[in-house]
């Protein structure tokens, strides 16, 4: 193997991508340019995941904040924008603030207000999602459905905090039609919260999907999703 076959791989993994998420939203009446690529580089180290940018997906999430404080520092020159789509900790926060520019995982009223406390210490406006446990799978993390209003109440009086959407994942082991329900639900509870939502609070974005069923979560609206494996495939 040459020392150019890794970053050819994974430009053709991109493209594929690419091509299968504009089919899914030509399906549902949609255009390409409405769904954001996020690259899952958690799978790679650094020198996989420059070839990601290089082929132009500058969104880049991490499942875990210590792989972003390792990867940023070795990535300046490029133009990154670093999601946070795991778990975050609260006593990871003020490490990990200063390097992200949306934190998909926002799973406690407690991270709340962790992060609106650090974000103003620094001054800033930080992008968030709400996470919505839409399986109630009790390993995953995130807001019931039926607690999802009063933590947009909550983060809504957080001045430095700006509500983009909401985030959700399909249940462990579950079928496309049964993920494709549940992203169905995400984004009807999407529908009825935006209708009564507090002026400064966004609902637009729908960040749902990975590399098994981005299709359906595309199908039922997704604005952004977050693919990993299928980027590398045939090289790990």
């Given at each position: 193997m040459t020392s150019f076959e890794p970053d050819a791989r994974i430009a053709d993994n991109v493209a594929r991508?690419?091509?299968e998420i504009a089919a899914a939203a030509a399906r549902s009446g949609r255009t390409a340019d409405t769904i954001r690529l996020v690259a899952a580089t958690k799978y790679v180290d650094a020198s996989l995941t420059r070839p990601v940018a290089a082929t132009g997906v500058l969104d880049l999430g991490e499942s875990r904040p210590q792989e972003i404080w390792s990867k940023a520092p070795e990535l300046t020159d490029l133009p990154i924008r670093w999601h946070l789509i795991g778990h975050l900790q609260r006593n990871k926060v003020r490490r990990t603030l200063p390097l992200v520019t949306l934190i998909h995982s926002v799973d406690s009223l407690r991270l709340l207000d962790e992060l609106?406390?650090?974000?103003a210490r620094i001054e800033r406006v930080q992008t968030i999602l709400l996470e919505v446990n839409i399986s109630g799978d009790a390993t995953k993390t995130g807001f019931a459905p039926a607690e999802i209003e009063a933590a947009i109440t909550a983060a809504a009086a957080c001045d430095h905090l700006q509500i983009q959407g909401l985030m959700s994942m399909a249940g462990l082991d579950t079928d496309a039609a049964t993920a494709q329900r549940q992203?169905?639900?995400v984004r009807e509870l999407r529908d009825r919260l935006q209708t009564n939502v507090p002026t400064n609070?966004?609902?637009?974005?729908l960040s749902m999907g990975m590399s098994g069923d981005f299709r359906e979560a595309i199908a039922e609206?997704?604005?952004m999703v977050r693919i990993g494996s299928s980027l590398f495939e045939g090289l790990l």
């Open positions: 991508v690419r091509a609106q406390s650090e974000a992203f169905a639900a609070v966004s609902l637009a974005e609206g997704a604005t």
